[in-house]
C-alpha cells in the first residue's frame, strides 16, 4: 500500500456520535486522522447520495454513526438510516465495492472508547482494502 | 425562407427513440413541412461525409439518441454538436445512459467473453475478437473503439436540451420541436419535461395511504396486482417517486410500475441514491436481520434503481479494478 | 446559493491557550489559509472564548465586517452559541458562524504534529465550504398554551386538576371510565388511618365538578397527540352516553331496564342494568348506556328507559363525538391494573368458591358494594376463617417480577375488617416478606399482630397451594403447617394501566422496563418523562399509595404550570424542514418517515406540507424526500455535499 492513506468520511449524528467523539477528544484519545467527521442533526438525515457522493469525491470509506437503537433523539431515525444503508450496502457490491467500505454503527454520547475503537477499525479496514478507484471519481469537485 | 435543418442520429439505444419519432403520426407531416431533415440512418440513406462538409452550425438542430459505446458514435456526435446550433439529448439513454449503461456494472473484457465466447450459441473456434486494426490481405481494416464505459451523451460533447423516456413521448417531441421552431426555449440545460416526480399526475397517488410501511417486496409477478392501488402501497417497487413526471403513465396504466426511465428531478443528483432513501426509509424491521430479509425481496438492487441513470450516477458503474479487468 | 455579496470571509484561529497552538501550528495555518486567497481575514487569538476574546472576535467584526466567520476552535457544542450570539449583535445572522473542530476532533487526538495541521485545515475548508452557502435562519417564537391536559380521572388527576386551578390555570381532564374517581373509589377505607375514602373522594368530586377551570371529559380516550411542550393538539374521542346532560341520575331508568349484566365497578362480583351509573353521586351524574348489550340497538325491542326517564334525557342518536385540545402540557395519570393470578392453577382463582382477590375483597367489603359492605360467604355464611396470601402473582416471572411495596398494608387491613364485622374470626397473613415501611405502617401492622391476625411465614411463596377440601378451603405450602379456612383472599400487585404501551407510543415517552411511565430523572424530576412537556403522577409512574398518588400529581401539576406561565414565549426549532411546492410531487413517503406527525398533505394542492411549529429538524424527511423538493434549513443538501468536498481535498 505504500503511503497510501485512506481517507474517511464520517456522517454522524449530533446528539449521541459526535458527543462521543468529543469525549473522544476530552479524554485525549488518539485516533486516526484519517477519519473526519461531519455533524449531522440524525443519521436519519444522511442521504445515501452523500455517501455515493463522498465516493465519488474520493473517500474511500464512509461511516453512518448514530444512536443506539431506541435512544434516538428524534424517535427512530437510526433505524431509517439501518434500513437505507442495509440496502444501500447490498447495491454497493454490485458495483464491486465491499461492503466494508460502508458501516453503520451507534455510538453514545458517553462511549468515547467505543468511538476511537470503531474510528480506529475502519482507519485499518480501509486501508487494508487499499484505495476506492471510482469510475465516476470526479477531481474537480473536490475543492 | 430555407427551411431549418435538423438531424436525427442514434448511438447506442434499441431504435425506440425513432420509432417514437415516426409515432408522432400525422403529426411528422407538420414537422416534415416544417424542417429539412437531412440526416436519420434509421429511416433515410445519407452520406457522413455529406454532413462533415457542412458549414459549421448550419444544422439547426440534433436529436440524437442512444448512449456512447464506441468511437463512432463519439465522433458522430462530435460532428454533429460541430455542425449544429442545438444538439438534444433525445431519450434516456442519450440523457443518462440508459439501458446499455447497465454495463457499466461489468467490464469489457466479460462482455467480450460473453458475445464471442461463452455463449452458447457462439461458434468462434478461432478465438476471433474485434480489433480495432486488423490486416486482411495486406489490407489495414480499422473499426471504432469499443469504449470501456457507456456514456451518456453529454460526457463526450455539449448537450444543449434534454428529451428524457424510453422513449420520449410523441407530446413531448412535439412539446420540444414546437418550441425550437417557434424559439420559445428553456434556458440551456434544461430537462424537456416537469421537474415534479410521476406521483403528481398518478392517478393512484390517492390511494396511497399516508403510512406506506412495506414489510414484503412483492414483483408483479408474484401477486395479482391491483390496477387501482398505489404500487408501493402493493410492497411493489414503482420508482414513480423518484422520477419525473411526464411519461404519461404508460406504463401505469399498463398496470406496471415505473421503472424510472425519465431520470430524477433537478434537485436529485442520483436517482438511485435517492430512491434507496426512500425506500429504504419506509421498509419494515427495526433490527438488521428483519430489515435484511425484506430487503432479501429486492433482487437486483442496482438494475432496479439504476435501470436508466446509471451513466448519470454519483458513481457510474462499477469501481476501476472493475472496469479495467 | 451563494451571492455575490456572500464573500466576505473571517476564519479566527483559537490557540485554546495551547489545547491547541501545542498540538497544532497556527502561524503554519493561518499561512495556508493566506495563500488560499479566498479567506479575507485571518486571525489569531491564545483563548478566543475568554473576555479578552470574546472583545478581540467582536471587535474583529465591527472592523472587518465579514459576511462568513470560521472560528476554528473547540467543540460547536462548546462554544457554537458564544460566537453567534456575538455576530448576532454584530448584526451577521448565526447560521453564517461555523465551528471548525480542531481541539475535540484534532488537537486532543492527534500525535502526530504534520497530520494535526493536515486534519485542521481539511476541516477548516470544509467549514468555508459549508458556510459559504449558509442562508439566513429566522428565530420564531410563540406564546405557550398555558392549559394543560390530564389523562385520567382517578384521585392523581383529581387533585392536580383542583391544584392547577387554584392557580387560574384551565385543565382537561380526559377519563376513559364513565365518570372520575378511577380505583380509589373501589376501596372503603385506606389503611393505615382506615380513612373512608369516598367520603374524602366525594366534596372533591363535586369541587371538580363546579369549578370553571377544569373541563371534565369522561367516557373518552385519547386517540393522537401532535406538537410539542408548550403546544400540543390532543385529538380526544369521546363515546356516545346516550343520555343527555338533562340527566341527575335519579337512577328511574335502571329499574325498568330489562338487561342485566355483570358490574366492572364490583369486578364482578355484583350487576349492573345496561343503562347505569358506576355508582350513586357519581360525577358526572349522567348514566350511559351500554350500546353493546342494550336492545334498543341489538333489536330496537325495548325503549323502556325513554318512558321511565323523568327529563327526557334519553337520546339514541348520540353520536361518537372527536374533540380536539389545544394545550401546554399533558399530565399523565392513568393509574394501574390489578396484577393477574388466574393464571396461577396452584392458587385456585376462578376455580374454588370463596377464593377473591384483595381488590375483589375490598369490593365485598365495601358498603357501596354488591353485599352492601357484608363480608360474606357464597352461601351467605359468614366466614370464621379468611387466610390472605401476600405477594400473589407477585415477584415471580410468570407474574409480576417485582414488589409492588404497597399491598402488605392491603392485605393486613383485611384482619381489620374481618374483625370489624365478625370479632371471633380467625385471620391468617401468608407471606415470605413483609412490607410496612414508616411508622403509622408499622404501627398498623402491629395492631394487627396485638388484634388476633396470625402472620405466617411460608419459605417459598410458590409452592403454596390452595385446594377445596370438605367444604372449607386449604391452603398449604413450604413452611408452614396447612391452614384450613372459609375464605381466601389474594393480595394482588400493581400492573401498568392498560393501554400504557399505546399511549407512550403516542406522546413519545419511555416506559421502564416494569411497564411504568419512565421518569426523566429518578431523584430529580421524578415527575417529569423523557419529553418535555409531559409529566407523570399517581401509578402511571409506577406502583404507590393514595398519599404518593397525589404528591406525585401536586408535584407534577406544581412543575407544569410553573413553567407554562400564560404569556411567556417559547422559541421554536429554527432548523426545520420545508417543503418546495413547486417540486413536491406529492408522494406522501415523508409523512411515513416523520417521527413527529410533522407533515401533512395538502389534499387540495397535491402536495406535502411541513407544520414548521410541530418539525424539530432530525431532516429525515428531506433524507427520504425522492423529488429534493424537501429541504432542511442549516442542512441542506448542497451544504453538504460542498462540505464533503471540502473535507476530502488535500
Known amino acids: 500500500m505504500g503511503n497510501y492513506e485512506p481517507k474517511i468520511v464520517a456522517f454522524v449524528c449530533n446528539w449521541c456520535s459526535y458527543a462521543g467523539a468529543d469525549k473522544a477528544g476530552m479524554l485525549k484519545l488518539n485516533y486516526s486522522t484519517d477519519v473526519k467527521l461531519i455533524r449531522m442533526m440524525c443519521s436519519g438525515r444522511v442521504d445515501p447520495q452523500f455517501v455515493l457522493d463522498a465516493f465519488r469525491k474520493g473517500a474511500d470509506g464512509v461511516m453512518i454513526l448514530g444512536c443506539h437503537p431506541g435512544d434516538c433523539h428524534y424517535r427512530s431515525g437510526n433505524l431509517k438510516a439501518m434500513r437505507r444503508f442495509n440496502l444501500l450496502k447490498k447495491m454497493m457490491s454490485q458495483f464491486g465495492i465491499d461492503g466494508r467500505r460502508v458501516k453503520i454503527d451507534w455510538i453514545a454520547a458517553g462511549e468515547a472508547e467505543r468511538f476511537q475503537k470503531v474510528a480506529n477499525e475502519m482507519a485499518e479496514t480501509v486501508e487494508n482494502l487499499g484505495q476506492l478507484h471510482l469510475r465516476g471519481y470526479v477531481e474537480s469537485e473536490v475543492q | 425562407m430555407a427551411k431549418p435543418k435538423v438531424a436525427l442520429y442514434w448511438c447506442a439505444s434499441c431504435g425506440g427513440c425513432d420509432e417514437a419519432v415516426v409515432d408522432l403520426a400525422e403529426n411528422i407531416l407538420d414537422v416534415v413541412a416544417a424542417v429539412d431533415i437531412i440526416l436519420w440512418p434509421i429511416a433515410m440513406d445519407f452520406k457522413y461525409k455529406d454532413i462533415e462538409a457542412m458549414e459549421d452550425g448550419s444544422i439547426a438542430v440534433s436529436f440524437i439518441n442512444g448512449a456512447i459505446r464506441t468511437g463512432e458514435q463519439k465522433h458522430i456526435a462530435e460532428l454533429l454538436r460541430r455542425k449544429s446550433g442545438l444538439v438534444v439529448a433525445f431519450g434516456s439513454c442519450s440523457s443518462l445512459g440508459g439501458i446499455p449503461a447497465l454495463a457499466n456494472l461489468t467490464s469489457r473484457r466479460k462482455i467480450f467473453d460473453r458475445s464471442y465466447h461463452n455463449s452458447p450459441t457462439v461458434v468462434n473456434p478461432e478465438n476471433i475478437e474485434p480489433k480495432m486494426k486488423a490486416s486482411v490481405d495486406g489490407h489495414v481494416l480499422k473499426l471504432p473503439e469499443f469504449f470501456k464505459t457507456v456514456y451518456k451523451l453529454n460526457d463526450v460533447i455539449d448537450v444543449d436540451y434534454y428529451l428524457p423516456g424510453c422513449p420520449p413521448t410523441p407530446e413531448l417531441i412535439a412539446n420540444a420541436v414546437t418550441a425550437i421552431l417557434e424559439g420559445k426555449l428553456p434556458p440551456k440545460g434544461a430537462i424537456l419535461s416537469p421537474d415534479k416526480s410521476l406521483c403528481t399526475s398518478c392517478d393512484r397517488n390517492e390511494t396511497k395511504p399516508e403510512d406506506v410501511t412495506i414489510s414484503k417486496i412483492k414483483r408483479v409477478i408474484d401477486i395479482e396486482v391491483d390496477p387501482e392501488k398505489c404500487f408501493l402501497a402493493q410492497g411493489i417497487i414503482c420508482m414513480g417517486p423518484a422520477t419525473r413526471d411526464g411519461c404519461g403513465q404508460s406504463c401505469i396504466n399498463g398496470n406496471m410500475p415505473c421503472t424510472g426511465c425519465f431520470g430524477p428531478t433537478d434537485s436529485c443528483r442520483d436517482q438511485g441514491a435517492k430512491m434507496i432513501a426512500t425506500l429504504g426509509a419506509i421498509l419494515e424491521g427495526d433490527d438488521e436481520n428483519a430489515v435484511d430479509k425484506v430487503i432479501e425481496g429486492i433482487v437486483d438492487p442496482a438494475g432496479t434503481f439504476y435501470r436508466y441513470a446509471m451513466s448519470a450516477s454519483l458513481l457510474g458503474g462499477a469501481r476501476k479494478e472493475v472496469e479495467n479487468e | ?650
Open chain 3, 1 to 650: 446559493m451563494m451571492s455575490e455579496a456572500r464573500r466576505k470571509t473571517s476564519l479566527f484561529l483559537c490557540g485554546c491557550s495551547t489545547h491547541i497552538s501545542d498540538t497544532i501550528d497556527l502561524k503554519a495555518v493561518s499561512e495556508w489559509a493566506k495563500k488560499r486567497g479566498d479567506i479575507n481575514v485571518i486571525e489569531i487569538h491564545n483563548l478566543l472564548c475568554s473576555p479578552d476574546g470574546k472583545k478581540f472576535f467582536a471587535e474583529s467584526l465591527a472592523k472587518n465586517k465579514p459576511d462568513n466567520i470560521i472560528v476554528a476552535a473547540c467543540s460547536p457544542k462548546m462554544h457554537e452559541k458564544t460566537f453567534q450570539d456575538i455576530a448576532e449583535e454584530a448584526g451577521i445572522n448565526m447560521s453564517h458562524v461555523q465551528m471548525a473542530n480542531i481541539r475535540e476532533h484534532v488537537s486532543w487526538v492527534t500525535k502526530d504534529k504534520e497530520k494535526a495541521i493536515v486534519k485542521a485545515e481539511a476541516l477548516i475548508n470544509a467549514s468555508l465550504k459549508r458556510v459559504m452557502l449558509a442562508e439566513d435562519l429566522e428565530k420564531h417564537s410563540m406564546e405557550i398554551v398555558s392549559e394543560i391536559l390530564i389523562i385520567g380521572g382517578g384521585i392523581a388527576g383529581i387533585e392536580a386538576a383542583l391544584t392547577a386551578s387554584t392557580a387560574g390555570r384551565k385543565v382537561y381532564i380526559v377519563e376513559k371510565n364513565i365518570s372520575l374517581g378511577g380505583t380509589i373509589i373501589q376501596t372503603e377505607e385506606i389503611a393505615p388511618n382506615m380513612e373512608c375514602s369516598p367520603c374524602l373522594l366525594a366534596p372533591r368530586l363535586s369541587e371538580v365538578r363546579d369549578d370553571p377551570n377544569i373541563t371534565v371529559i369522561t367516557n373518552a380516550e385519547v386517540t393522537d397527540v401532535l406538537g410539542f411542550y408548550g403546544n400540543f393538539v390532543a385529538k380526544i374521542r369521546k363515546r356516545a352516553r346516550y343520555v343527555d346532560d338533562s340527566c341527575i341520575g335519579c337512577e328511574a331508568c335502571f329499574e325498568v331496564c330489562p338487561v342485566t349484566l355483570d358490574s366492572e365497578f364490583h369486578l364482578g362480583l355484583g350487576t349492573r342494568k345496561a343503562i347505569y351509573t358506576l355508582f350513586s353521586g357519581s360525577v358526572p351524574a349522567v348514566a350511559v348506556i351500554d350500546k353493546g348489550n342494550c336492545k334498543h340497538f341489538i333489536d330496537n325491542s325495548c325503549d323502556a328507559c325513554v318512558a321511565a326517564c323523568p327529563f327526557g334525557s334519553i337520546n339514541f342518536d348520540e353520536k361518537d363525538e372527536d374533540i380536539e385540545l389545544n394545550v401546554g402540557s399533558i399530565l399523565i395519570a392513568t393509574g394501574y391494573n390489578n396484577g393477574e393470578v388466574s393464571q396461577f392453577d396452584r392458587l385456585g382463582y376462578g376455580k374454588i368458591e370463596n377464593v377473591y382477590t384483595l381488590p375483589e375483597f375490598e369490593r365485598i367489603a365495601s358498603s357501596n358494594g354488591p353485599s352492601n359492605g357484608e363480608i360474606k360467604l357464597k352461601n351467605d355464611k359468614k366466614p370464621s376463617s379468611v387466610a390472605v396470601v401476600h405477594c400473589a402473582g407477585s415477584l415471580c416471572d410468570e407474574g409480576i417480577p417485582y414488589c409492588s411495596g404497597v399491598c402488605c398494608i392491603g392485605a393486613a387491613k383485611v384482619g381489620e375488617l374481618v374483625r370489624k364485622q365478625i370479632p371471633d374470626a380467625k385471620v391468617f397473613n401468608i407471606h415470605n416478606d413483609l412490607v410496612f415501611a414508616g411508622p403509622k405502617e408499622n404501627a398498623f401492622f402491629k395492631k394487627q399482630v396485638e388484634e388476633g391476625t396470625q402472620f405466617i411465614k411460608c419459605s417459598d411463596l410458590e409452592t403454596i397451594e390452595i385446594r377445596g377440601k370438605d367444604g372449607k378451603i386449604l391452603v398449604e405450602g413450604d413452611g408452614f403447617s396447612p391452614i384450613k379456612v372459609d375464605m381466601v383472599v389474594l393480595s394482588t400487585g400493581m400492573t401498568p394501566a392498560p393501554g400504557t404501551v399505546e399511549l407512550a407510543e403516542m406522546l413519545n415517552v419511555d416506559l421502564e422496563n416494569d411497564g411504568f411511565f419512565k421518569a426523566d430523572h429518578e431523584l430529580l424530576h421524578a415527575t417529569g418523562t423523557s419529553l418535555d412537556g409531559v409529566y407523570i403522577a399517581g401509578c402511571a409512574a409506577g406502583p404507590c399509595n393514595v398519599a404518593t398518588s397525589v404528591t406525585r400529581a401536586k408535584s407534577a401539576i406544581g412543575d407544569a404550570i410553573s413553567k407554562l406561565v400564560p404569556g411567556r414565549e417559547i422559541e421554536l426549532e429554527m432548523m426545520t424542514a420545508i417543503i418546495d411546492e413547486e417540486k413536491c410531487g406529492g408522494c406522501k413517503l415523508c409523512i411515513t418517515v416523520c417521527p413527529y406527525k410533522a407533515i401533512i398533505y395538502n389534499e387540495k394542492e397535491n402536495v406535502s406540507e411541513v407544520t414548521e411549529a410541530i418539525c424539530r429538524g432530525c431532516g429525515t424527511c428531506v433524507a427520504s424526500c425522492p423529488s429534493g423538493a424537501a429541504k432542511a434549513k442549516h442542512f441542506t443538501d448542497e451544504q453538504i455535499y460542498a462540505e464533503i468536498g471540502g473535507l476530502l481535498y488535500g
